[in-house]
């Protein structure tokens, strides 16, 4: 420790390029790094390969990266690690090698890549959560599992730990906003469902190629672990002024919940960031729920899921103008029914 030598030049990414590492034992006595770097303005994310990290000769490690991602579709291979922590790699990046795997074995996780995993349109899982065996020149989709062609068990979007069964790479254990989903441990191939002819995908050419490539292999089961575990960070708590034994409350990337007076049970009523939630202070069917950046949604039935109404179209025009935090203030009014107040540089 007492002389360092950069190994790495920077991409020139800014705040997000952020690189996590893994290495590995080659035979011959050298050492492997796999290097997943962020991207940022005018850069994407990379993931890098250097079969020489332990050579003395800085000058030589420097010149050795290959870059293993590419942005160019036609190259399914190399674009099958494209984008995979873009744009948030400051926060979603992690790079693992699982011992006793081989030196080509690498799992590579950053935030879900949302255009991909629509049913409709999407082409991938996500791939928040990739592997590859050939050494980081492709990778397959780890996202979701086979369960379900409509609504599998998927991972959360972010990602930022992984392990392995210690006898067995293929079974692991993802940590993330979502809390801890463990896999089977065996894999299956789901690359029928890019060509499935009662899905609307209608994929040709290197749409099809990286389909069939990213679904190729996939997790057979995932389960979720987090029974019993405090895993969710609450912004915000309120009851229903009502009904007080109904609570309504906020998570930090895992929505909002609502109890039905059952202390043990909530119910999730809103995905993503679950901001602030409220109730009327007359009406006891009025729930009030908010996302990221202050969008506020509202709905007149009790643990409603799907009966959300987004009021914030003022607001979100605002918002070009109005500087706004992550999770921005919101209340009901305590004395005036129908009334409810948001923060942002200003008060509305």
């Known amino acids: 420790g007492d002389t360092w030598a950069q190994i790495m030049a920077p991409l020139g990414g800014g705040i997000n390029e952020r690189a996590e590492f893994d290495v590995v034992a080659l035979p011959g006595g050298k050492t492997r790094m796999y290097v997943g770097v962020g991207g940022g303005t005018g850069q994407f994310a990379k993931f890098r390969r250097n079969d020489d990290v332990r050579n003395a000769n800085a000058a030589s490690v420097l010149a050795g990266w290959l870059d293993l991602t590419s942005n160019d579709v036609n190259?399914?291979?190399?674009?099958?690690?494209?984008?995979?922590?873009?744009?948030?790699?400051?926060?979603?990046?992690?790079?693992?090698?699982?011992?006793?795997?081989?030196?080509?074995?690498?799992?590579?996780?950053?935030?879900?890549?949302?255009?991909?995993?629509?049913?409709?349109?999407?082409?991938?899982?996500?791939?928040?959560?990739?592997?590859?065996?050939?050494?980081?020149v492709s990778f397959t989709d780890m996202?979701?599992?086979?369960?379900?062609?409509?609504?599998?068990?998927?991972?959360?979007?972010d990602h930022h730990a992984l392990v392995t069964n210690p006898s067995n790479w293929k079974q692991f254990f993802d940590v993330g906003d979502g809390g801890i989903v463990r896999s089977n441990g065996s894999f299956v191939d789901d690359s029928g469902d890019c060509d499935d002819p009662n899905v609307p995908k209608q994929y040709t050419g290197?749409?099809?190629?990286?389909?069939?490539?990213?679904?190729?292999?996939?997790?057979?089961?995932?389960?979720?672990?987090?029974?019993?575990?405090?895993?969710?960070?609450?912004?915000?708590?309120?009851?229903?002024?009502?009904?007080?034994?109904?609570?309504?409350?906020?998570?930090?990337?895992?929505?909002?919940?609502?109890?039905?007076?059952?202390?043990?049970?909530?119910?999730?009523?809103?995905?993503?960031?679950?901001?602030?939630?409220?109730?009327?202070?007359?009406?006891?069917?009025?729930r009030m729920t908010a996302w990221q950046?202050?969008?506020?949604?509202?709905?007149?039935?009790?643990?409603?899921?799907?009966?959300?109404?987004?009021?914030?179209?003022?607001?979100?025009?605002?918002?070009?103008?109005?500087?706004?935090?992550?999770?921005?203030?919101?209340?009901?009014?305590?004395?005036?029914a129908g009334r409810m107040w948001t923060g942002r540089q200003h008060v509305f």
């Open 206 to 286: 290197a749409r099809l190629a990286f389909c069939k490539l990213v679904l190729s292999r996939v997790p057979e089961r995932l389960t979720t672990m987090n029974d019993g575990l405090r895993t969710l960070h609450f912004y915000q708590l309120s009851y229903n002024p009502n009904a007080p034994q109904e609570i309504a409350g906020g998570t930090q990337d895992n929505g909002s919940w609502e109890t039905n007076g059952d202390r043990r049970t909530w119910i999730n009523t809103n995905i993503a960031d679950g901001g602030h939630n409220n109730f009327d202070v007359a009406d006891p069917t009025f």
């Open 143 to 157: 996202t979701e599992d086979d369960s379900d062609d409509v609504y599998p068990v998927a991972l959360h979007p």
């Open 75 to 136: 190259n399914p291979q190399g674009y099958s690690s494209f984008g995979y922590c873009d744009p948030q790699c400051v926060y979603d990046n992690y790079v693992y090698v699982p011992p006793g795997a081989g030196p080509d074995v690498v799992y590579l996780s950053g935030d879900n890549e949302y255009s991909e995993n629509n049913y409709l349109t999407g082409r991938s899982n996500g791939r928040g959560l990739l592997l590859s065996t050939d050494a980081g």
């Open 293 to 336: 950046l202050g969008q506020i949604q509202i709905n007149f039935n009790k643990l409603d899921q799907v009966g959300q109404t987004w009021i914030s179209d003022t607001l979100w025009v605002l918002y070009a103008n109005e500087a706004v935090g992550f999770i921005a203030s919101a209340i009901t009014d305590p004395v005036q």
